[in-house]
Structures are given as C-alpha cells and as structure tokens.
C-alpha cells in the first residue's frame, strides 16, 4: 500500500514542545508551582509565543495544568478519581456521594436544553423543577450539576414543604426517592463549561470539562435527568459494574 497523506506530515512544533515541557514539568517544577510568563518560557524553549500557547493548552487539556484566576498558570496536582457509576443504582442524594445542595429553580422556569428536553420527552412540555448541587472532593469543587425533576415525579412536593432555595431542592430529591427506580442510563461526553459552571468550578469559561448525562427511569418512563460538569484537568471518572459505558459514533457531515 502506497504511505498516506497524512504519514507524511512532520510532528507540528508546539506537539514536539508539549513533550518537552511535559518532561521539564516533572524534573524542574512542582505541584502548585506557579510557571514562569510567556515571553520567559518562549525564550527559554526558544519557539514563538504562539507555538508556546498551543502547547500549554494541550497540557491544559491534558489535566498537567491548571489556570488560576489571579494566579497564572501552575502545575496541577494528580487527577482525583471519581466514581460516577455503582452496583447499586440509586436516586440522586439518597447516599453520602459528595454532593452538596446549592438551589432549586421553581417548576416554572425556564426549559433546558433541547437535548434534554429530547431525554425527557413528553415531560419536557410540563412544568420542571432544576436542582443545582456542587460536588466536593478533597474540599475542592470537582463538579457542577443540573437534575431536572418533571413536576409530575413529585406529586407530594407543596410549596410549604419548600419555600425556596436550597430548601427546595433537598425537598425535590426527598419526594423523588419515594418512587421505585426501574433504572438508569449515562453518558459522558467531552465539553466546554459555560460561564456559571466555570465561575462554580474556579475554571475559565470554556475549559474542558467532561459532561456526565444520566437519565433516571421508573416504569411510567423518565423521572429525572442530570447534567454533571466536571473538571477535565482534575478528574478521572471511575464507573462501577452497573456502570457501562456505551460508545457511539455519529457521522458527521460537512456543510
């Protein structure tokens, strides 16, 4: 077979330089150390600028870094492991997992995304309640959540039992847990955070992240969806022997 075109295109620079920063990372910096600025490490490397920036935003990607607001740019520490998948499936907030209660929105608010909106189905047309939790792990926010809760799972809910605020939501997910949960499905996506994930997180508005969708489910159809943001540069997502992930892959066509 003749060599394609692509085994003829050389290594691009900032590739090449992203290793040797890598290796400088390990042997002259440590965890939390803040690196020297641009114009110093374009120097030092002796590359452009420019090539220095795609280099250290693939070992942004790459979790070898983090940027700070009011920081700069340090070494980050090794990537927490987070477990989003168990043998036994459960109803959000039903065991301690790390997950703090941060808001409810009323069932009234504003739709999600079309996406979820699609999970949900016929009961996206109804009103929602939107819980909002933060997971915390090592006394760092590791992830942002949205649970949205169709109206209809929570029958029981008043507005006396939850006036507002985070009494609300740890009222939404006390009624959901009253249901038998049939079952649950994921998926996990890589994404860019948007400005209130960021801010939650301590990141900069589109930084990696990793989208984590789980739909809960009951005989009479979809109970709940959740939408978790969590840190691409400091997690590693475990998943347990319920937790399967499905690998998909959707052509995409060029317009």
């Not at 003829?8 to 690196?35: N, R």
């Not at 795609?54 to 979790?63: F, P, R, T, V």
């Not at 009011?70 to 090794?78: I, K, L, Q, S, Y």
């Not at 590791?142 to 109206?151: G, N, R, T």
């Amino acid at each position: 077979m003749g060599t394609t075109q692509l085994e003829t295109v050389p290594e691009p620079k900032y590739w090449h330089l992203k290793t040797v920063l890598s290796e400088a990372l390990d042997q002259d910096f440590a965890v939390g150390e803040v690196l020297p600025n641009e114009r110093e490490l374009a120097a030092r490397f002796g590359v452009a600028r420019a090539t220095l920036r795609q280099a250290l935003e693939q070992l942004e990607l790459e979790g070898r870094l983090q940027r700070r607001r009011g920081v700069g740019t340090t070494v980050a520490p090794p990537r927490v492991g987070v477990a989003v998948g168990s043998t036994g499936q459960s109803w959000p907030g039903e065991s301690v997992d790390g997950w703090e209660v941060v808001d409810a929105d009323p069932a009234d608010a504003a739709l999600p995304s079309a996406a979820v909106q699609k999970l949900l189905g016929g009961a996206a047309e109804r009103p929602l309640h939107t819980v909002r939790r933060t997971r915390v792990s090592h006394g760092q926010a590791v992830a942002a959540e949205l649970l949205y809760v169709p109206a209809a799972s929570v029958p029981g809910l008043s507005a006396i039992d939850a006036p507002a605020g985070p009494a609300r939501a740890r009222a939404v997910l006390r009624e959901l847990q009253r249901l038998a949960l049939d079952g649950q499905d994921r998926s996990v996506e890589l994404g860019s955070a948007r400005a209130d994930d960021a801010k939650e997180l301590d990141r900069l508005p589109g930084a990696p992240v990793l989208v984590v969708t789980t739909r809960y489910f009951t005989v009479a159809g979809t109970a709940a969806v959740s939408v978790a943001t969590y840190r691409a540069d400091t997690c590693r997502l475990t998943f347990g022997d319920s937790g399967d992930v499905e690998i998909t892959h959707e052509a995409r066509v060029a317009s």
